[in-house]
């Protein structure tokens, strides 16, 4: 009964997918207009996208982007937010900065840093950057703000500086949060990414996008979607296979092995 279990929730994403499929299959034949393909059709757009060297170009160009920005903005905001959440002057100065960007759509912002940086890699990955930055922070400031403060004590005891206390105890115990923003900023930092390449149309995944709805090819901006979501199911797929690993210590009934009990 458990392997069957085991079985149904590892191929749950699978049928959900093939689900969604089948409606849109349906749906396409029953409305038959030229700007709704069928899933089929789709489809069999991808090979020919992927198999394309210059479009293969742009989807790493994205690649390359997203990755640079991704990596920028967690080594900014991982260290701001557990700073945050052990110092009520360093929280005091940041939050209403944080308070007033949150709502606004980063993407709006894109206008803006056209204006500033013109529409080239580096006004795309700042749009990408701010998007991912604001929940690492939010999580990273939760997860050290929760650190028994008696564990901090201990590690005072026992000669550590404020640095080392951050490093060797702040950081391991938000560690399983930090995670958890980490991921919620991979998914934005793939939207965020298409945005900003549908807005600077020069390279990149969502300027193939923009360029095929221009152009009237429906087929190839619905397989671009597809593949831009199986970007994102890998990322996240990939991702997640890392946190377990990282925190499985975490993990709800993973048992402390007795030499490190």
């Excluded at 749009?127 to 650190?147: D, E, N, R, T, W």
């Excluded at 296979?241 to 402390?256: A, H, M, N, T, Y």
């Amino acid at each position: 009964m458990i392997a069957v279990r085991g079985i149904v929730s590892r191929l749950a994403p699978l049928l959900a997918c093939l689900g969604l499929l089948g409606i849109w299959q349906v749906g396409a034949l029953i409305l038959n207009t030229e700007s709704f393909p069928s899933a089929v059709e789709a489809i069999r757009a991808v090979p020919s996208i992927l198999g394309d060297r210059e479009s293969l170009i742009n989807i790493l160009d994205s690649l390359r982007r997203m990755a640079i920005a991704f990596a920028v903005a967690l080594a900014v905001s991982i260290p701001l937010g557990l700073m945050m959440g052990r110092s009520r002057a360093v929280a005091s100065f940041f939050n209403p900065l944080l308070m007033i960007t949150y709502p606004v759509p980063k993407a709006a912002l894109m206008p803006i840093i056209m204006l500033w940086l013109g529409v080239g890699d580096l006004a795309k990955m700042l749009v990408i950057f701010l998007g991912v930055s604001l929940p690492v922070i939010y999580h990273s400031f939760q997860g050290a703000k929760a650190v028994e403060e008696k564990m901090l004590w201990s590690g005072a005891a026992m000669g550590l500086s404020a640095a080392q206390r951050m490093v060797r105890i702040v950081l391991p115990a938000a560690l399983p949060e930090i995670l958890t923003g980490c991921r919620t900023g991979l998914v934005l930092a793939l939207i965020t990414m298409v945005t900003s390449e549908m807005i600077a149309r020069q390279s990149g995944a969502g300027n193939i996008l923009f360029n095929s709805l221009d152009m009237g090819q429906y087929d190839t901006v619905y397989a671009m979607i597809i593949i831009i979501g199986a970007m994102g199911i890998g990322l996240d797929a990939a991702f997640e296979s890392l946190r377990s690993r990282l925190v499985k210590w975490s993990e709800p009934g993973f048992d402390i092995p007795l030499s490190f009990a």
